[in-house]
């Protein structure tokens, strides 16, 4: 997702988890499920997140896994989920989905002969979003009190937006688009092992000497979720064409090249459709045992898949000074 070229220009340091403690963190919901959806469906056998009707909820265990380090490191994060599909995406949702069915052939191929490991390596491949994981991940997410929003388009536009009024201290995503949309500074692998990056815009723009503009059109000519780059065109030469020509419209006439929607994609990031209308509640107070008691007896979840994580939130509490925990 996003544009991982932006890695070879962009301001990135490894940031202590002591620096950030007492932060609020704008998730992108959509791009933090992935990582644990496809982890948990890698490594952990089909039946302990299918529900004796056929319902997966994989995500129930990625959740319980993943949102210990944020109370243990005394962080707050705020998840922001996607809206409506901006139709500039449509092309790389399709994609994104052709590859899926491909994978979902190659995973059936492999159970038939009965090689497991390449089936669930596949298998991680092919996870969607449906509709039972957007719900109960919402409802998991009340019940540990852990604030929630829907956007009105991309939640990275939105967790960005959010960064940018100081609604929230950062935005936390592992897409590098979030430089796009401006966010002026960006925690990448917070639950990953050790401590997270922080991408910082303004040191970004200083080190390159370019306006935020210039690094729109240079995203825009390497490529995003939202377009085709320029063929020929990696980030260190997107650098010197818009510090030769000024701007992106200005670089595809000197080649006289072209990319589709181009004045589009250049709004929907410099202008992208956010909302102020929320109210953040982070003084936390989740209900421990109507979670577990939603996890397990609900969706039958194994006790034992979850029990340490739920454990780490319980232990977190004394650690991280959070409010009355249930």
Avoid at 58 to 85: H, M, R, S
Avoid at 96 to 117: L, S, T, Y
Avoid at 147 to 170: C, F, I, N, R, S
Wanted: charged fraction near 30%.
């Amino acid at each position: 997702m996003g544009n991982a070229a932006l890695r070879d220009i962009a301001t990135i340091s490894e940031i202590p988890f002591e620096e950030i403690a007492g932060s609020v963190v704008a998730i992108d919901a959509h791009n933090w499920l992935y990582r644990y959806l496809t982890t948990t469906v890698k490594w952990t056998a089909s039946d302990v997140y299918t529900t004796a009707e056929g319902t997966e909820v994989a995500n129930l265990v990625g959740l319980i896994q993943g949102l210990p380090k944020f109370f243990e490191n005394d962080i707050t994060p705020v998840f922001v989920f996607d809206g409506v599909v901006t139709d500039l995406k449509e092309g790389e949702i399709s994609e994104r989905r052709a590859a899926k069915e491909r994978a979902e052939a190659k995973a059936q191929a492999a159970r038939d002969r009965g090689d497991g490991i390449e089936a669930a390596r596949l298998e991680a491949r092919t996870q969607r979003l449906t509709d039972a994981i957007q719900r109960t991940t919402r409802e998991l997410l009340s019940l540990l009190d852990v604030p929630y929003l829907e956007a009105p388009a991309e939640g990275e536009a939105q967790a960005a937006h959010m960064a940018k009024t100081g609604d929230v201290d950062y935005a936390g995503t592992e897409d590098y688009d979030a430089l796009l949309f401006g966010s002026p500074r960006t925690l990448r692998q917070l639950t990953s092992k050790g401590d997270p990056e922080c991408m910082d815009l303004e040191a970004t723009l200083e080190t390159h000497d370019l306006t935020y503009e210039q690094l729109v059109d240079v995203g825009i000519l390497c490529g995003t979720d939202f377009n085709e780059g320029v063929s020929g065109i990696g980030p260190k030469t997107a650098l010197k064409e818009i510090r030769e020509h000024g701007d992106l419209f200005s670089v595809l006439d000197a080649r006289e090249a072209a990319i589709g929607s181009a004045e589009a994609v250049r709004e929907l990031f410099l202008e992208p459709d956010v909302t102020d209308d929320y109210e953040l509640d982070v003084a936390l107070s989740p209900n421990v045992e109507a979670a577990r008691a939603f996890v397990t007896e609900e969706w039958e979840i194994p006790n034992a898949e979850i029990a340490k994580g739920f454990e780490r939130i319980e232990e977190s509490t004394t650690q991280t000074g959070l409010d009355q925990w249930t």
